[in-house]
């Protein structure tokens, strides 16, 4: 064993020691037991005690065959200091080598932390380190049996990979259901949960008694960041399985003045995409309060409501009246924007089967400061609500669209009738009743393709630019036939603002079949 200059013993240890200054150390859990040399408590506190500015590793190896269970008496010591707790150095572990796209997890984890005791106050891991830059990172660890699995207090920065947050190492199995997986509060630094290899992909899992939420952050300030990227959330590690948090992120935004596009749940890659689907009342769940605003929140490339393919149903929510995929609830009076979807190439989430809405904007007060929820190339269907539901906007249009609300109640786009076959191309006629007083021109109309006659979109067609000159014109645009039947054609509007419709009246394509050209 060896000794710092300043005497104190490092049981388990090997640490490299500078006169007059403390560096970084690696410090080895050997045992399961809850505390005591080569323990993992023991090892937070000898990482504490070796100063909060050295980035040190706490490393695994338990003798014997795994999984290897931590199940701790009490709480362990809050982290106050920069650290990698790296579950991949036990011996037996192997990572998750599955792409999103390939379904869930193959990766075998083989050291649990957990607790038996009474769960009321009790936390996994407990982060409390301040803004000092560095890594704060945990690797390939399965975490169960906690109130709260991970919580991460006073700004400090963290990054969690390759974990199973609520179940054992088999992935499946939920000990007691937690209230919250990752706690987040005052968020100043970054915060990255998964990543764009396969090897960073969490599992954040709960079960049908849940009250809690996946991922629950609270308060961003201008240099605040979360990163939500790859993970599983509300299934079992296979993704086919419901594991049901109440709602799988949670989100309480940002104070005023925070950054412009801060939170990111998903991305435009593939590997980005998030499974969100099970949870007992929304995908997602964005809040406000009388203190935070939601600014600059994308959701992008996510599965919502889905098993991995993306075909088979694994719905959020219980309540086609309350619940959705995501949900913004309003509850005071600052105005806010954040967005769904978006134009590169893969930035679309698919929204489907949940019970509830597709997505839904509420209010909980009356506003006079609604905020702007820009929806682009998603695909929204076969959900028990509305694809896209604006609470205080009504369903029908206006004239001229002087109403406001949510995204300014932009109207949605009309397929006018005359609908035609021409040749292999149908072709069709709509119009957008909006005054250029009304809205900020160009408005961006997307087009798609539905199977049932509702507003909703399961596959994108293409869009059409309206510019001021055309404002509340007729105008003319065609898509072609395919191998696809269209079923149904639908639209919706989006200005340069980026306020969004709802989606319009569906133009039903089989009447157009049957003659040639559509007769209402």
């Known amino acids: 064993m ?15 020691a500078i006169a007059g200054s403390v560096s970084a150390a690696t410090f080895t859990v050997t045992t399961t037991a809850d505390s005591g040399p080569g323990s993992l408590r023991q090892a937070l506190l000898d990482a504490n005690a070796n100063g909060a500015a050295t980035d ?39 990572a998750n080598t599955n792409r999103p796209q390939q379904g869930g997890l193959n990766g075998t984890l083989v050291v649990e932390l957990t607790t038996t005791e009474p769960i009321t106050g009790t936390v996994g891991l407990q982060f409390n380190g301040g803004t000092t830059a560095g ?33 054992d190492v088999s992935g499946s199995v939920v000990p007691r259901s937690p209230a919250v997986g990752v706690a987040l509060n005052v968020v100043t630094t970054s915060v990255t949960i998964g990543g764009l290899t396969p090897a960073s992909r969490n599992l954040l899992a709960a079960n049908a008694a849940s009250s809690g939420t996946g991922i629950s952050a609270q308060g961003f300030v201008a240099t605040g960041s979360l990163l939500v990227q790859g993970n599983l959330i509300g299934t079992d590690r296979s993704g086919s ?17 925070g950054p412009s596009s801060g939170v990111q749940i998903g991305g435009s890659d593939v590997l980005a995409r998030n499974l969100i689907s099970g949870n007992l009342q929304a995908g997602v769940l964005v809040t406000f309060n009388t203190t935070y605003s939601p600014q600059g929140i994308a959701i992008e ?24 995929g995501i949900l913004f609830l309003q509850g005071n009076d600052v105005p806010w924007r954040s967005r769904v979807g978006g134009t590169l190439p ?44 604006l609470q205080d906007s009504a369903r029908a249009n206006d004239l001229n669209d002087p109403d406001n609300g949510f995204n300014r109640a932009q109207n949605w786009p009309q397929i006018l009738s005359g609908a035609r076959i021409n040749g292999l191309t149908l072709e069709l006629d709509f119009r957008v009743d909006t005054a250029i007083a009304n809205a900020t021109y160009p408005l961006n ?11 909703e979109g399961v596959a994108p067609l293409g869009s059409v630019v309206i510019t ?39 133009l039903d394509v089989n009447l157009v079949f049957r003659n040639g050209f559509e007769t209402p």
């Open 241 to 257: 399985l419901a594991r049901p948090w109440l709602n799988g992120i949670g989100l309480v935004g940002y104070v005023s003045g």
């Open 2 to 16: 060896l000794r710092r200059a300043s005497g104190v013993l490092l049981g388990g240890v090997a640490a490299m």
């Open 56 to 94: 040190d590793l706490v490393q695994f190896n338990i003798p014997g065959a795994g999984p290897h269970v931590i199940n701790v008496l009490s709480n362990l010591p809050a982290i106050t200091s920069l650290i990698t707790i790296d579950a991949t150095s036990q011996p037996g572990w192997s």
């Open 468 to 506: 001021a000159a055309q404002a509340q014109s007729s105008l003319a645009t065609s898509f072609p036939l395919g191998p696809e039947p269209l079923g149904f054609v639908t639209a919706i509007a989006t200005d340069a603002a980026g306020n969004s419709s709802e989606f319009g009246d569906p």
């Open 445 to 455: 109309v997307e087009f798609y393709r539905g199977t049932r006659p509702e507003a």
């Open 301 to 324: 490339g996510n599965y919502i409501g889905t098993d991995p393919s993306g075909n088979l149903p694994l719905p959020n929510g219980t309540n086609a009246n309350l619940h959705a």
């Open 346 to 389: 893969g930035a679309g989430n698919r929204i489907a089967h949940n019970v509830g809405g597709g997505i839904r904007v509420r209010n909980t007060i009356t506003l006079t400061q609604p905020g702007t929820l820009t929806v682009l190339g998603n695909q929204i269907f076969d959900n028990l609500g509305p694809a896209f539901e």
């Open 135 to 167: 890594p704060r990172i945990v690797r390939g660890l399965a975490i169960s049996g906690f109130e709260v699995l991970i919580s991460n207090l006073a700004a400090s920065s963290l990054t969690l990979e390759g974990n199973y947050l609520g179940t």
